[in-house]
């Protein structure tokens, strides 16, 4: 894959770009202090653009609905919810995967793209990891808030010792899920603030505020940037990168396990592991995508975030995007080729049942309207590029809806079989978890550099000369 | 208020009306539904006060003043049966140890003889008495669901006057002051209605009563009660007489529209008859065979081997034909439906091939000439003293009510009627509509009525008596053969009600006596034994005490009930036995012992069916009409609005229709379509100037051009879970036609209405989940069930099988008896718990039923085979639902069960989600009333009372389970065979479901589970589920069904 998307050291790489060559991962005519100018000025400046407000206002008042739908939650129950019996998981987990999954594209371009040393990972990784960060708070919300005593599931999850002298029951995927996600989100986020301690020591030797100086300063630990500093960070970030890198791969496996382990049709079937990990990494990158192309249109970051990102990024999806449609054919083929009248029974209810529109908006967005990604034009396109992100995120929305609400409402007996309907509640937590992403996400691009400062500072033509930092 | 008051309306009105007529405004007089919400609310009188400060102190100085004066008044003299407290602790009452008591309710005119758990003085759970000849220890689900009528907090409370309160000495002594004013006059001027009165010292009050008032008239009205089958008794023996079906020995039973398993006072004792003979576990060549020509499908019908369906008028042309080739005299056949007439001839030979094995039962719905056919059919094919016998009525004065009641409303329009009581029932509401029932009680001058709710009739009247609920008084009642049961109380009355006993003794010479007394009294007389005590030198040894093995019943299924209870005390309320015992307390504590008063039952009678009864009826004079044709049925849920307030029934999914919470217009999927209808239009039905709007509802095998009304619905002042619930067909109800109507105007609204249905989907989809055969394939191919396309893997675990060396509990479900009579399922919520979610809930597919019915269809649309399957938890030994439950809340036992931890569970849903069987409930919001007092009575203190965000389901009643260990382990013994019945096994009518030991090679669960009619659904899955079930085997005639569609239905199935 990393051959397919570019040559790792290519010594030319930053260079500038005649027509015939991919586009350059920095614009020419950067050097350090340009760079770090450029992306800590964001930070730093004085001057909060009005457009942050409007957006982060937005952004802050779904954060609100989401407080308010957790509150009646907490003192009503999850009845407020429209699932019902057969339909026990609906738009709560839907939402959970669907965050998780989103999460993933961040580990996939710190972690694995950095030990393929793809060099196009570097002004994208941050915010990427950022966002994978505020996609597993997201996501980490659902699997406690979806229980009927979430005050109870808050600790009878964990394995701790106790009087009782009861474990959790460790048959069961969701005991799987808790160590999944939480070490998933613990290893996101050191990687995330390993990342971060040489560009917080830059802003703490910038910033003219001294309270900001002061909080930089505490979080910088101490960074000098002495060379054992380096030697220490790189081993450090190395040793990180490895562990995530397993990551990418286990978490998404696990949560597929939710299904996968059960009797279900539509849920209890092999493919789902590695359906799931290439879902995750499609849905992910588009996540990127939509927030990359508003990200450097607005702070004028097309220099960095260049059209060889956009182009890398689209194809990462066309590709991860095919495996998820060869999931889906799969899974029709599987459905006829077992002869199992519930598994069968169970697809075309999913292609002629009363979600049947569901299903093929799903087919249309991530089989075939991702084939337009081979096309180039599509590809320079960046609004377009834009919109289509949008729908890669609704389609990978509605695919966790076939798979879990199609799957329950008509299983084994017809006699239980039932329809869902969302509720207002249902869609007031969904965008509140939205809000509470974006409100995370204003604020991370307001005090935090977007962008790796450091990293970019070794793709200039100017690090160049002085030959490979690695 | 109402503030455009016609004045003029209002004179006119005050001078028609004669005598003294007290009103208290211009709206009083009017009537205007404000007036009478008005009327209704809490202090009218003083609601103004409240705005006006000073008149505010006044009004809580007075309050308080009667507060502390009600403490004064408080102190009369306490009745003798009251329960006292334990100065010393009586010696069979251990707490946490229920005790049982014999009792009986009184339903449609006869009585069902109960056992009444109680917990520390505290009726929780209703079973059938298995000493009573008609219930033999089942109940169907209205005794199920009596318990929490008993408890139900919108019960009238207080005796009113116009809404004041007042006592029941005020109400006495304004009667016996209208009473008096009426001896000169013979009473003239009284009336009494009742319901049907089968209870003998009832009627014998009432006419005692009458004695004093010659002019005085009774008159019995039921809604949906035997009006038709009474007729038609006096129609062919000229008598009233009641048929006396020997279900168990008919060979063949021809049923014309009767419901005649599910519905009626000898429902249970037809339903466990006809299932001894449709089991498949000795002889098959016993195997009865079931014709069933009906207009709206029953659960008897559901059960047929041949169902035809017609319109509920053709069903009279077509029993003449049966009748006029059966040789009845005087009766020649008529035109009958194509269908119909396919039919008549095997019908005819299959039944002339079993003379005196054979027996026709006409339903209550058909008119009185269908019931005389039926008589004389019997007769004709020699069944009469083989499998049906006559007997004089179970009610104790047989009349003909609609007649009585058209003349009642008569006179009370002519002014005639001077004092209305009603004595129970609810005419206002229920009453032929164009009777104009409610007019014609605002002209009688002194009206009261006694009753347990404060409903339609109690608003129209001046006086209102609480009612004792059966649980809370002393009565007695005979059941359909004749038998008595002596009605004893369970508590005293929650609202000190009172009973009609004790209403119509308070107007008496002798002035109020306690029922107990009544009774007491009236069965002294009638037995001729003394209540006199003999000296006590001379006083015979008290009677023993009666163990439990008294009331072990011969199928020893209803012993674990008791849980190795203490003996039954002779009377819970009674005052201590003080020696010496009178002879007529020796008897009398049997009676109440038992449940039963000995040799009660009626003889038979000889009987002769009249010449020519059928010319007295002209042919067809029913079967007119080219419009829609409507019946009214009693609700399978609430019946006839009684149960309207009860919350357990409103929930219950009706057996048919699995509609909750509404009625429907009941259409079948052609006549809808020629109608351009589907499930939840809302139509307009229009007949004589009277119209009604109701939503329809799709019904497979419902008669054709035909709508089926259930009535009960649409209350106005039922109480807060049954007003403005459902629709009230009553409106198009008449006094002539009163079953069917016909010639209705069916118009499509264009409006839709949501009705809640627990099982949207009626198909199998091509699953093999309900097996059926016929006996020819059967006889075969006995092991047909095995040889299935999906074949369970056997020995397949990761975890290793685990060794039960104790007990090993398991369930059959014989689907062959099964008819879907849904008293398991309130059995159930009864034993359980289990709480009511309400409509909305129930459309959200949220309702708590551990224990459902499914209820699937195969074959023809108009005319399917219906199949009722019990669905609970199928207690897998390899369940989905433990392994993926990530808090181990749901654990398998060492006795196999799959138990359910409700403090451990935090909600996650999954176990549901992976159960195939979807029987797992799980709590979306606080379902539980944990504040309503009464309702806290109810529980039962043996199962825990669930909260929100917890997961349930069927334990196997484990509750029963550990009583009946404890009570072999008191005695140092295993838990036997029928030691542990579980709540829907219990109540089950047919026994259908089996519990037991499965480890126990003997047990009837094991015999049933070695049937090769025995199979898991969704084995393949390898959850080995120990909940089984029974193939169904039908028995069809093969000259109406050729061997070969019958091999079509069998792949279908």
């Known amino acids: 894959m990393a051959e397919a998307l570019d040559h790792p050291h290519d010594p030319l790489a930053g260079m500038s770009t005649d027509g015939l060559r991919t586009p350059a991962v920095i614009a020419p005519g950067h050097d350090f202090n340009s760079v770090t100018d450029k992306i800590a000025g964001i930070v730093l400046t004085k001057r909060t653009p009005i457009g942050w407000f409007f957006g982060f206002a937005i952004a802050f008042a779904f954060l609100l609905l989401l407080n308010l739908t957790i509150g009646k939650l907490l003192l009503e129950g999850i009845g407020i919810w429209g699932n019902n019996v057969p339909v026990g998981w609906a738009f709560d987990i839907i939402n959970f995967v669907w965050w998780i999954g989103i999460g993933h594209a961040g580990t996939l371009i710190s972690a694995i793209l950095l030990l393929f040393r793809q060099q196009w990972r570097t002004s994208i990784n941050r915010f990427a990891e950022a966002m994978t960060l505020f996609a597993v708070a997201c996501a980490a919300m659902f699997p406690l808030l979806h229980t009927g005593r979430p005050w109870l599931a808050i600790y009878w999850l964990f394995p701790y010792p106790n009087s009782m002298t009861l474990w959790p029951q460790f048959r069961s995927p969701l005991i799987w899920d808790v160590f999944a996600v939480s070490t998933y989100g613990t290893v996101s986020l050191l990687f995330w603030f390993t990342g971060l301690v040489p560009d917080l020591a830059t802003l703490r030797d910038r910033a003219e505020s001294p309270v900001a100086r002061k909080i930089f300063g505490v979080f910088a630990l101490g960074w000098r940037g002495s060379a054992r500093h380096w030697h220490r960070y790189e081993m450090a970030y190395l040793l990180l990168a490895g562990i995530s890198t397993p990551l990418v791969l286990s978490v998404h496996t696990i949560v597929s396990f939710d299904f996968a382990v059960s009797v279900l049709p539509g849920w209890h079937a092999t493919i789902f592991p590695p359906y799931f990990v290439a879902g995750a990494i499609y849905s992910g990158f588009a996540m990127v995508m939509t927030l990359a192309v508003p990200l450097r249109k607005f702070y004028h970051l097309e220099d960095f975030i260049t059209m060889r990102h956009i182009h890398n990024m689209t194809k990462v999806m066309l590709v991860t995007g095919m495996i998820v449609a060869y999931g889906y054919v799969n899974e029709a083929f599987f459905a006829w080729y077992s002869a199992n009248p519930y598994e069968g029974y169970m697809m075309l209810n999913r292609m002629t049942g009363p979600y049947a529109v569901f299903y093929w908006s799903l087919i249309l967005i991530n089989a075939l309207m991702i084939q337009l990604f081979w096309f180039r034009r599509v590809r320079d396109n960046v609004a377009l590029l834009f919109v289509l992100s949008l729908f890669v995120n609704v389609g990978m929305w509605l695919e966790r809806f076939i798979i879990i609400v199609t799957s329950l409402h008509r299983d084994f007996l017809p006699s239980s079989w039932d329809i869902y309907t969302p509720t207002r509640w249902d869609f007031a937590m969904f965008t509140g978890t939205i809000g509470l992403f974006l409100s995370l996400f204003f604020l991370f691009i307001r005090f935090l550099p977007a962008l790796a400062m450091f990293e970019m500072r070794t793709i200039v033509p100017e690090a160049k000369l002085q030959g490979d930092h690695h | ?1053």
Request: hydrophobic share 40%; glycine share 8%.
């Open chain 2, 1 to 1053: 208020m109402n503030e455009t008051t016609d004045i003029d309306a209002l004179r006119a009105r005050l001078e028609s009306s004669r005598g003294k007529e007290y009103w208290r405004s211009l709206e009083a007089v009017s009537e205007t539904p404000e007036f009478k919400e008005f009327l209704h609310r809490e202090f009218p009188q003083n609601a103004s006060e409240w705005l006006d400060p000073v008149g505010r102190r006044g009004f809580l100085k007075l309050m308080g003043a009667s507060l502390a004066l009600a403490g004064v008044s408080a102190c009369t003299r306490q009745p003798t049966e009251e329960l006292v407290p334990y100065v010393r602790q009586p010696e069979e009452l251990v707490p946490g140890k229920p005790l049982f008591y014999a009792t009986a309710m009184t339903f449609n005119g006869a009585g069902m003889g109960l056992l009444v758990e109680s917990h520390e003085g505290r009726p929780t759970k209703i079973e059938g008495n298995p000493e009573h000849p008609s219930s033999r220890g089942t109940t169907d689900l209205f005794a199920q669901a009596a318990i929490l009528g008993l408890y139900d907090p919108d019960r009238s409370q207080t005796i009113t006057n116009l809404g004041e309160i007042r006592s029941f000495g005020s109400f006495a002594n304004a009667i016996r002051a209208v009473l008096s004013a009426q001896q000169a006059r013979q009473g003239a001027g009284v009336r009494i209605l009742t319901e049907t009165v089968a209870s003998p010292t009832l009627a014998a009050q009432i006419r005692e009563f009458l004695t004093r008032f010659p002019q005085a008239k009774w008159v019995q009205w039921e809604p949906v009660g035997r009006h038709n089958a009474r007729e038609g008794s006096r129609l062919a023996f000229g008598d009233y007489l009641d048929a006396q079906y020997a279900v168990e020995k008919a060979d063949v039973i021809l049923s014309l529209d009767a419901d005649f398993l599910c519905t009626g006072a000898s429902g249970l004792k037809h339903s466990r008859a006809f299932a001894s003979r449709r089991r498949f576990d000795g002889d098959r060549a016993q195997v009865n065979r079931l014709y069933s020509v009906e207009s709206s499908p029953t659960n008897t019908g559901s059960r047929a081997d041949h169902r035809l369906p017609l319109r509920a008028s053709e069903i009279e042309a077509f029993a003449r034909a049966i009748a006029a080739q059966l040789g009845v005299g005087g009766v020649a056949g008529g035109t009958v439906p194509e269908a119909a007439n396919r039919w008549i001839g095997p019908l005819v030979k299959d039944l002339q091939a079993n003379r005196g094995r054979s027996v026709v039962i006409a339903g209550d719905g058909q008119p009185a000439i269908v019931h005389a056919l039926a008589h004389a059919m019997n007769d004709a094919l020699g069944n009469v003293g083989a499998t049906v016998t006559y007997t004089q009525t179970a009610e104790a004065q047989p009349m003909n009510q609609r007649a009585g009641l058209q003349e009642l409303v008569g006179e009370m329009n002519a002014n005639r009627v001077e004092l209305l009581l009603i004595l129970g029932g609810n005419p206002v509401y229920s009453a032929p509509v164009d009777l104009r029932f409610a007019d014609a009680l605002a002209k009688v001058p002194q009206r009261a009525h006694l009753g347990l709710y404060e409903d339609e009739t109690a608003a129209l009247c001046h006086w209102h008596i609480p009612e004792t609920h059966f649980l809370e008084m002393w009565s007695d009642v005979r059941s359909d053969d004749g038998t008595v049961s002596v009605v004893q109380p369970l508590i005293a009355p929650l609202y000190g009600g009172k009973s009609a006993h004790e209403v119509i003794s308070a107007l008496g010479a002798s002035g109020e006596r306690s029922g107990y007394d009544l009774v007491r009294e009236y069965w002294s007389k009638q037995t001729g034994v003394t209540m006199q005590a003999p000296p006590a030198a001379a006083a015979p040894a008290p009677v023993a005490p009666t163990t439990p093995a008294a009331i072990a019943p011969a199928n020893g299924a209803q012993v674990a009930l008791t849980g190795g209870a203490q003996p039954t005390p002779p009377a819970p309320i009674a005052a201590s036995p003080v020696a010496p015992v009178s002879p007529f307390d020796r008897e009398w504590r049997k009676w109440l012992h038992d449940g039963v008063v000995p040799n009660t039952a009626f003889a038979p009678r000889a009987i002769a069916v009249q010449a020519n009864f059928a010319a007295q009826v002209p042919a067809g004079a029913g079967a007119q009409g080219n419009g829609i044709e409507v019946v009214f049925r009693p609700d399978p849920s609430i019946h006839d609005g009684r149960f309207a307030n009860n919350a357990w029934l409103q929930e219950l999914p009706k057996s048919l229709t699995k509609l909750t919470w509404d009625n429907a217009a009941l259409i079948s999927p052609a006549t809808a379509a020629r109608l351009n209808l589907i499930s939840g239009d809302v139509v307009e039905l229009t007949q004589g100037g009277r119209t009604l709007r109701i939503p329809v509802w799709l019904v497979p095998g419902h008669g054709p051009d035909l709508l089926t009304l259930s009535l009960g619905y649409g209350r106005t002042r039922a109480g807060r879970a049954a007003n403005g619930i459902g629709f009230n067909v009553n409106v198009l109800r008449t006094m002539a036609a009163p079953d069917v109507l016909t010639g209705v105007d069916l118009v499509k609204t264009g409006d839709t209405y949501d009705l809640a249905s627990t099982q949207d989907h009626w198909s199998l989809e091509g699953r093999n989940l309900v097996r059926v055969a016929t006996t020819a394939q059967y006889a075969a191919d006995p092991d047909f069930v095995k040889k299935q396309e999906l074949q369970p893997l056997t020995g397949l675990t990761m975890y290793g099988e685990h060794k039960y060396e104790g007990y090993s509990w398991g369930m059959a479900i014989d689907q062959n008896v099964c008819n879907g009579c849904n008293a398991c399922v309130v059995a159930c919520q009864s034993e359980n718990n289990i709480p009511v979610v309400g409509k909305a809930q129930v459309m959200n597919g949220r309702e708590m039923h551990w224990l459902r019915i499914d209820r699937y269809y195969t074959g023809d649309l108009e005319n399917p085979d219906t199949y009722h399957q019990p669905m609970l938890c199928q207690q897998c030994e390899a369940a989905p639902c433990e392994v993926v439950c990530p808090v181990a809340a749901t654990v398998h036992n060492d006795e196999g069960l799959n138990d359910m931890v409700y403090n451990r569970c935090v909600g996650t849903r999954y176990c549901s989600n992976n159960c195939p069987y979807k029987v797992r409930r799980f709590n979306f919001l606080l379902y539980q009333d944990w504040d309503t007092p009464s309702l806290k009575l109810q529980r039962n203190p043996d199962v825990t009372v669930r909260s929100r965000g917890v997961m349930e389901k069927c334990t196997y009643c484990v509750q029963r389970i550990n009583h009946a260990r404890v009570a072999a382990k008191l005695e140092d013994r295993e838990i036997r065979d029928g030691d542990v019945t579980t709540a829907c096994e219990a109540a089950c009518p047919t026994q259908a479901i089996v519990f037991g030991n499965i480890n126990d090679k003997n047990s009837r669960v094991s015999k049933l589970k070695a049937s090769s009619l025995n199979y898991g659904l969704l084995e393949e899955l390898n959850s080995r589920p120990r909940t089984t079930y029974l193939a169904i085997v039908r028995n069809p005639n093969t000259e109406l069904e050729p061997a070969s569609s019958a091999g079509e239905e069998r792949t279908n199935g």
